[in-house]
């Protein structure tokens, strides 16, 4: 049974940083893109990053650019979004999810994690 499942969130004084990670079972990883989202209270979901299956490209939304960089461990079956310099504004639950296309981000993300809180308050 496919499954994702989201920890590293909590409670962060803005300026700080946290590590998400997604740990992926019941599928092959290593051919699947993993996109991050997040959705804040009372409005709707957004795309953060997303990365290919072989780690090779990357992207960002323009409000977490040079501050949120993510990675994957294929091996280890896991995908990770290192967040730095966190704002309020980055107040979220977050999620990840699986490109159902193989390779490479397309933005058909067909299976979610249950996610994870990240607060930013000081």
Known sequence: Q???VESGGGLV?????????CAASGFTLDYYAIGWFRQA??????GVSCISS????????DSVKGRFTISRDN?????????????????AV??????VTYYYCSGSFGYWG?????????
Request: hydrophobic fraction near 25%; proline fraction near 5%; charge should be neutral.
């Open 54 to 61: 072989s780690g090779g490209s990357t992207n960002y939304a």
């Open 41 to 46: 209270p009372g409005k709707e979901r957004e």
């Open 114 to 122: 249950q996610g994870t809180q990240v607060t930013v308050s000081s």
């Open 75 to 91: 091996a280890n079956k896991t995908v990770y979004l290192q967040m730095n310099s966190l704002k309020p504004e980055d107040t």
């Open 13 to 21: 004084q803005p300026g700080g940083s946290l590590r998400l990670s």
């Open 2 to 4: 496919l499954q994702l």
């Open 94 to 99: 977050y999620f990840c999810a699986v490109d």
